[in-house]
Structure formats: structure tokens, C-alpha cells
T-cell receptor, first 114, second 117 residues
Framework: DTEVTQTPKHLVMGMTNKKSLKCEQH?????MYWYKQKAKKPPELMFV???????INESVPSRFSPECPNSSLLNLHLHALQPEDSALYLC?????????????FGPGTRLTVT | AQKITQTQPGMFVQEKEAVTLDCTYD???????LFWYKQPSSGEMIFLIY??????QNATEGRYSLNFQKARKSANLVISASQLGDSAMYFC??????????????FGKGTKLSVIP
């Protein structure tokens, strides 16, 4: 089973709203990732968690707040977003952060900020 | 710095024909991994195939094969017997050490493949 699940599939939110994206994997992977992808562009790395600790934060604005409650779950809390934050948000996991392991991606959440 | 180059923004192929998607890479690290992902319009990034820098043989997975030419720093994806369901964006990616025990995945800009019936 190489499944990464993400909820919700679609999200529309206003600039004053607070919402959360959820990601889950049951492959025993110890590294989990958030990516942002704009239309017709490759994914851009936002955050990386390794063994439930934040390892990489690619200078993402504080209106995005990641959380890793346990080894299977990854959340992305959203607050006071801007219209330019509208994008596809992809979650991924890999066996570990170190090593040449493939990353498995979830289906993504399409976020629209109005 | 690590770099992946995909020079074909779009490609067309006739159904049942083979197609090659180009990918070149640049890294000074001797240990790296090369990956191909497929992204249909639905958005999910689907892992297709992996080639390690020390692998002697080209990777194959069903209808997908990776033409790895290390001296030329190329890792082209070959899809045999194209199907309509192969229409998608294809990303080449490279994973290399990025310091402090961390590894980073660098993506190319992608190639949009369209399969014609």
C-alpha cells in the first residue's frame, strides 16, 4: 500500500478564515512533506518533518503553520491567507528524510482564497 | 547547485507508439537518485520509476523504462505502447544530499504529453 490521503479535496476560504489541511499515511514513513504547486509549474517545497520534528521550513510566511501530531498525520493550518496563496497543496511521504527514497504523494487539496 | 532540465514543454504521440521524454541533470554529488512522476489533470503526483546513480542497469517498470546515460547526465523516460490514459504532465526529479543529513527533491519544469487516438 503506497497511499497518502489528503482532505479536503477542494477548499474555498476567505482571507479572514482559519482552516486546516490534513494528510495521512500508514506506510510507516518517517519523513513527511508539504508542497505548493501553482498551475503549470513544478511543486515547490514548503515544509519537511522528520520523525515528527520540523526539519525544513523553506521561508514560508507565518500564515501557514504546519503540525505533525504523530508519525502518520500531517496538518497544515491556514490563517489570513492572500489570493496569491490559491494553489494545489500536495502532501508527500518517504521512508526517511536521509537517503535516496522515493516520495509518495497524495491527491492534493485545491485551495482557492477569495 | 542541483538542476533538472526538461526541454520539451509539450509532446504529442500516437496511441500505441513509443515516446521518449527528455531529462538532463546537473549535480556534483556522486550519490543521487533520479525519479519520474506523472501528474494527470486530477492533480495527484504518481511515482513511476527510479534510477540510482550507482545502478549499472537501466530501470524498467512495466511500460516505463529509464534511459540512463551517466556520462551525458541524461535520464530520459521511455513509454512504450502509449495509451490514452498516459496523457498527463510528466516531471523528472533528482534527490541529492542537501546538508545536515537532509535530502532535497529538485523538479524539472515538466513535459505535457498528449496521446492522440
Amino acid at each position: 500500500d503506497t497511499e497518502v490521503t489528503q482532505t479536503p479535496k477542494h477548499l474555498v476560504m476567505g482571507m479572514t478564515n482559519k482552516k486546516s489541511l490534513k494528510c495521512e499515511q500508514h506506510m510507516g514513513h518517517r519523513a513527511m512533506y508539504w508542497y505548493k504547486q501553482k498551475a503549470k509549474k513544478p511543486p515547490e517545497l514548503m515544509f519537511v518533518y522528520s520523525y515528527e520534528k520540523l526539519s525544513i521550513n523553506e521561508s514560508v510566511p507565518s500564515r501557514f503553520s504546519p503540525e505533525c501530531p504523530n508519525s502518520s498525520l500531517l496538518n497544515l493550518h491556514l490563517h489570513a491567507l492572500q489570493p496569491e496563496d490559491s494553489a494545489l497543496y500536495l502532501c508527500a511521504s518517504s521512508r526517511q528524510l536521509a537517503g535516496l527514497y522515493e516520495q509518495y504523494f497524495g491527491p492534493g487539496t485545491r485551495l482557492t482564497v477569495t | 547547485a542541483q538542476k533538472i532540465t526538461q526541454t520539451q514543454p509539450g509532446m504529442f504521440v500516437q496511441e500505441k507508439e513509443a515516446v521518449t521524454l527528455d531529462c538532463t541533470y546537473d549535480t556534483s554529488d556522486p550519490s543521487y537518485g533520479l525519479f519520474w512522476y506523472k501528474q494527470p489533470s486530477s492533480g495527484e503526483m504518481i511515482f513511476l520509476i527510479y534510477q540510482g546513480s550507482y545502478d549499472q542497469q537501466n530501470a524498467t517498470e512495466g511500460r516505463y523504462s529509464l534511459n540512463f546515460q551517466k556520462a551525458r547526465k541524461s535520464a530520459n523516460l521511455v513509454i512504450s505502447a502509449s495509451q490514452l490514459g498516459d496523457s498527463a504532465m510528466y516531471f523528472c526529479a533528482m534527490r541529492v544530499p542537501s546538508g545536515a543529513g537532509s535530502y532535497q527533491l529538485t523538479f524539472g519544469k515538466g513535459t505535457k504529453l498528449s496521446v492522440i487516438p
